[in-house]
């Protein structure tokens, strides 16, 4: 019965220090048993039994649906549990991994403000990314290769651009269309087809049915969570934060029928009431502000970006990179 157990979880169960990305990623659950474990989806469905084989090792095998008293345990328990129901010397090491990941913000011919990227320094930049060995993948690959769901290529880097600026669609879309290139918008949308700065409706929809363009989440109108915490006594303040994140979801359903996975931190602010909040309202990761590579040893819900702007340049951009990844400071790559 073993061979009939899922590979991905197969995986995933093998070393128990991967097991805490298990939770957000599959949606599992566990009961503990005397001798054993049980893992089943949310409904108590499909469940899996974790033993130990004598001699040592993980022994998977499928089971009947099981239901009733199920423990709502996070799956970090389960790492503890087979840490020490499993020999460690059965354990495959966990391959430290990283990759980029760049935001942008404005474009255009010429530099407006400090947050603006001339359309041609941003071309460059590509071109000479590829140049450098560099793979411009999609945001959803990186994150689900940088957490050992399928191989992360050599080099990984996923370009985002937060906002929802209208100069994304006047300047770079048809670069990213041209160039071939996967970039993700995170978006608020209180300011789509309202603020005379963004992109309306059709505009975002036209760049999605490119192929190219992931829309995610930037809150519902990009608060600075730091000022209203101060501001708010703390029931106002959590029901304001769940607004920002679940109407902004709402919002991009409604409009693009997409489903916001990511949230990408406004002004990079977060803190660890922030990051529960996100997971229990559906996101799988969060994305804040860095100078250095996103790691598969950081947490899912405070993964750093390089802040692009125009001073950066083209052989900057890959100094930058060079000095944020830590796999080239351990003579891996």
């Not at 499993?86 to 966990?94: D, F, I, W």
Request: charged share 20%; hydrophobic share 45%; with cysteine.
């Amino acid at each position: 019965m073993n061979q009939q157990v899922p590979r991905k979880l197969k995986h995933l169960l093998r070393c128990p220090d991967e097991l805490r990305f298990i939770e957000t990623r599959m949606g599992l659950t566990l009961q503990m048993r005397r001798s054993n474990a049980l893992i089943a989806n949310r409904d108590g469905e499909a469940c899996i039994r974790v033993g130990r084989k004598k001699g040592g090792g993980a022994m998977f095998e499928r089971v009947d649906p099981v239901r009733g008293w199920a423990c709502r345990l996070v799956l970090l328990l389960l790492g503890c549990f087979l840490s020490c129901f499993v020999s460690a010397a059965h354990c495959e090491p966990l391959k430290l991994k990283s990759a980029a990941v760049l935001v942008y913000h404005r474009f255009g011919p010429q530099v407006a403000d400090s947050m603006t990227t001339r359309t041609s320094v941003f071309e460059a930049q590509i071109k000479a990314l590829r140049a450098a060995g560099y793979h411009i993948i999609a945001l959803s690959d990186l994150v689900s290769g940088l957490y050992g769901h399928w191989p992360l290529p050599d080099k990984a880097l996923a370009i985002t651009v937060d906002d929802g600026h209208r100069s994304f669609y006047e300047e770079v879309l048809p670069i990213v269309v041209n160039e071939r290139v996967p970039v993700t918008l995170f978006i608020y949308p209180s300011a789509i087809s309202n603020a005379s700065y963004a992109m309306n409706w059709p505009q975002l929809k036209q760049a999605l049915d490119t192929g190219w363009v992931q829309i995610q989440s930037h809150t519902f109108w990009h608060p600075n969570f730091a000022v209203e915490s101060r501001r708010m006594d703390e029931k106002s303040y959590r029901d304001f934060v769940r607004a920002q994140m679940v109407q902004s979801r709402q919002s991009l359903k409604k409009n693009l029928n997409v489903d916001p996975i990511y949230l990408a931190w406004p002004f990079g602010i977060f803190d660890s009431t922030l990051q529960t909040m996100a997971q229990q309202d559906g996101y799988t990761a969060a994305f804040a502000l860095g100078g250095r590579h996103a790691r598969s040893d950081d947490n899912a819900y405070a993964l750093p970006r390089y802040l692009v702007l125009d001073a950066v340049g083209v052989r900057g951009l890959i100094n930058l990179l060079r000095a944020g990844d830590p796999l080239m400071d351990m003579g891996v790559q």
